[in-house]
């Protein structure tokens, strides 16, 4: 199958400063890319999708001035948590579907605690 | 809202087959039945997909009823690195939300020595 990697793998943060994680197609161009959070013991919830060159659809709910995404290339997703806080200590989970694909690849995740 | 229904959890001998069902009652005619894996604090991991026809691959093997109202992801010889949480989910083949993966609770199959 199709490689996703994210990085980092964990960051530890402040609250109040902001977080920068990747995610790269490697061996695909990702039309579409997903990003998703997953708290302690509950399933993956959707957060936002982007399309390359354009802006993201945001989930309900979820703040799109706090997570900002960016979808630069065919190959490069970005997620900034802006001015975290405790609360937003997850797992964070990105994805990539090519715009033939049936199947969507996920990365290894990242994980966010914020002190 | 996920549109599948699943056990939470099952238990399955090292060596024996898998089988985890799942329902998707209302499922429409244009939307496949994905299912995904999620080992501990992993990405999920793609297995297999079908539209009605019984589908199978290296991993596991897809059998969805004639009504398509439910299907069974049967894994043949379930190793321990088969532990982890499966999901069940149904989507359609096109862009927009409509197209998005969206996970419900799944099943955490544990595999026993």
């Known amino acids: 199958g199709a490689v996703v990697s994210q990085h980092p793998s964990r960051v530890i943060c402040k609250s109040g400063t902001s977080v920068k994680i990747e995610c790269r197609s490697l061996d695909f161009q990702a039309t579409t890319m997903f990003w998703y959070r997953q708290f302690p013991k509950q399933s993956l919830m959707l957060m936002a999708t982007s399309n390359e060159g354009s802006k993201a659809t945001y989930e309900q709910g979820v703040e799109k001035d706090k997570f900002l995404i960016n979808h630069a290339s065919l190959t490069l997703s970005t997620l900034t948590v802006t001015s975290a806080h405790p609360e937003d200590s997850s797992f964070y989970i990105c994805s990539a579907r090519r715009s033939t694909g049936r199947e969507q690849y996920f990365g290894p995740g990242t994980r966010l605690t914020v002190t | 809202d996920a549109k599948t229904t699943q056990p939470t959890s099952m238990d399955c001998a090292e060596g024996r087959a898998a089988n985890l069902p799942c329902n998707h009652s209302?499922?429409?005619?244009?939307?496949?039945v994905y299912w995904y894996r999620q080992i501990h604090s992993q990405g999920p991991q793609y297995i297999i997909h079908g539209l009605k026809n019984n589908e199978t691959n290296e991993m596991a093997s897809l059998i969805i009823t004639e009504d398509r109202k439910s299907s069974t992801l049967i894994l043949p010889h379930a190793t321990l690195r088969d532990t982890a949480v499966y999901y069940c989910i149904v989507r359609v083949l096109r862009g927009g939300s409509q197209g998005n993966l969206i996970f419900g609770k799944g099943t955490k199959l544990s595999v026993k020595p």
């Open positions: 209302t499922i429409s005619g244009n939307e496949y």
